[in-house]
């Protein structure tokens, strides 16, 4: 069965403190691999998709990588207003139907002054 | 921002009345989908649609039904509303989703609570 899994569920950092978010994933194949930001109250927001194993995507302080399991978004001197829920989602190869894109949990991470 | 707009972005109301929400959108995608959002689970698709009167079921359908009669709007109906259904829903939508274009990434509005009680 196709799985995402997410890890943490919930991050606390200081501000400048760096770390990494894990996304986990179990599919028959990867056709993409996207990653998602929520703000409270608000629809996820999208930072990046990923393609294939050693690909690496950068957006200010967030970079995301990939391999053939999972894929990390490393955060680099994080500052408060990048505390949101961070949301993997992939989408495996094509079977028949409907492109099913298989969201993990999410990741709640909090950054204090 | 893509221009997606949800109504109402948040409702209460009681168990066993019909309840129907409207996603607008002004981007003329064709793809639109429905997802639920509940604490624990990822997001999860209720229905599709592909185009102008055309949609199917996603991996949580049962109690919902979906109709699209313009590019622009999708709606979502709960024919007899249940507890089980007090959640975020979330509408996005794609350029296309097929499977050469599989990296066009949704984008999302920004959800309606709904609670039933």
């Known amino acids: 069965e196709d799985q995402v899994t997410q890890s943490p569920e919930a991050l606390r950092l200081q501000e400048g403190e760096s770390s990494s978010l894990n996304c986990s994933y179990t599919?028959?194949?990867?056709?993409?691999l996207f990653w998602y930001r929520q703000d409270p109250g608000k629809g996820p927001e999208f930072l990046f998709t990923?393609?294939?194993a050693g690909e690496e995507k950068e957006k200010e302080r967030l970079k995301a990588t990939l391999t053939k399991k999972e894929s990390f978004l490393h955060i680099t001197a994080p500052k408060p207003e990048d505390s949101a829920t961070y949301l993997c989602?992939?989408?495996?190869?094509?079977?028949?139907?409907?492109?099913?894109?298989?969201f993990g949990a999410g990741t709640r991470l909090a950054v204090h002054p | 921002d893509a221009g997606i707009t949800q109504s109402p972005r948040h409702k209460v109301t009681e168990t066993g009345t019909p309840v129907t929400l409207r996603c607008h959108q002004t981007?003329?995608?064709?793809?639109m989908y429905w997802y639920r959002q509940d604490p624990g689970h990822g997001l999860r698709l209720i229905h599709y649609?592909?185009?102008?009167?055309?949609?199917d079921k996603g991996e949580v359908s049962d109690g919902y039904s979906v109709s699209r009669s313009k590019t622009e709007d999708f709606l979502l109906t709960l024919e007899s509303a249940t507890s089980s259904q007090t959640s975020v829903y979330f509408c996005?939508?794609?350029?296309?989703?097929?499977?050469?274009?599989?990296?066009?990434?949704?984008?999302f509005g920004d959800g309606t609570r709904l609670s039933i009680l």
């Open positions: 990923l393609y294939s």
């Open positions: 989602a992939v989408l495996p190869t094509f079977s028949g139907g409907y492109n099913k894109l298989i």
């Open positions: 996005a939508i794609s350029e296309s989703w097929t499977e050469l274009d599989s990296n066009q990434p949704q984008h």
């Open positions: 981007e003329n995608h064709r793809y």
């Open positions: 649609s592909y185009g102008v009167k055309d949609t």
């Open positions: 599919v028959s194949g990867l056709r993409g």
